[in-house]
């Protein structure tokens, strides 16, 4: 079976620009969670979707944006780049809420 | 607000050696605990996943004990491997909460 899956898995942009990062869960999951990971920390929580609906939001700007679609994958947006954005952005999907998180292997995102 | 840390940053052991790895969290209202694997650059493998009605789990060489009452997880490792060298974070779901909250990590080092 197939683990989640992200992409692209690299990714250079520069400040100011708009970046568009997809994830597709294991299949029959229904919960997805983006968290973002800089170097040398713990992934901090970003959004989790549950149902196709926003379950979850972390302590970060509005510039920061996603949903699900009925399918489950989902897709995370982020505007207005900054430097500070250049992180390691990892999904994770869980059967259920709550439950054990599965993380597929990462946006690497660069921010010039 | 939750908070996880993990003790010691940084371990260096010989192969064969025998391991801990302690986690420690400071609310006590956890949902479950979860310990994960990270090879540099790479998403996250996860390795075991105790309920906080247990308490504890075991995956072959790993073994994951949770003490709620004094908000302590510790991962053993026994015998070591270089193939073991990675990063190695705990987090947690606290009851309510949609998310995980991570440590920093223990990078682990097994020298052959």
């Known amino acids: 079976d197939a683990g989640v899956t992200q992409s692209p898995t690299h990714l250079i942009k520069t400040r100011g620009q708009h970046v568009t990062l997809r994830c597709s869960p294991i299949?029959?999951?229904?919960?997805v969670s983006w968290y973002q990971q800089v170097l040398g920390q713990g992934p901090q929580f970003i959004f989790q979707y549950y149902e196709k609906e926003e379950r979850g939001r972390g302590n970060f700007p509005d510039r920061f944006s996603a949903r699900q679609f009925p399918n489950y994958s989902s897709e995370l947006n982020v505007n207005a780049l900054l430097l500070g954005d250049s992180a390691l952005y990892l999904c994770a999907s869980s059967l259920v809420r709550n439950y054990e998180q599965y993380f597929g292997p990462g946006t690497r995102l660069t921010v010039t | 607000k939750q908070e996880v840390t993990q003790i010691p940053a940084a371990l260096s052991v010989p192969e064969g050696e025998n391991l801990v790895l302690n986690c420690s969290f400071t609310d006590s209202a956890i949902y479950n605990l979860q310990w994960f694997r990270q090879d540099p650059g790479k998403g996250l493998t996860s390795l075991l996943l105790i309920q906080s009605s247990q308490r504890e789990q075991t995956s072959g060489r790993l073994n994951a004990s949770l003490d709620k009452s004094s908000g302590r997880s510790t991962l053993y490792i026994a015998a070591s491997q270089p193939g073991d060298s990675a990063t190695y974070l705990c987090?947690?779901?606290?009851?309510?909460?949609?998310?995980?909250?991570f440590g920093t990590g223990t990078r682990l080092t097994v020298i052959p």
């Open positions: 299949s029959g999951h229904k919960s």
């Open positions: 987090a947690v779901i606290r009851g309510g909460a949609n998310n995980l909250f």
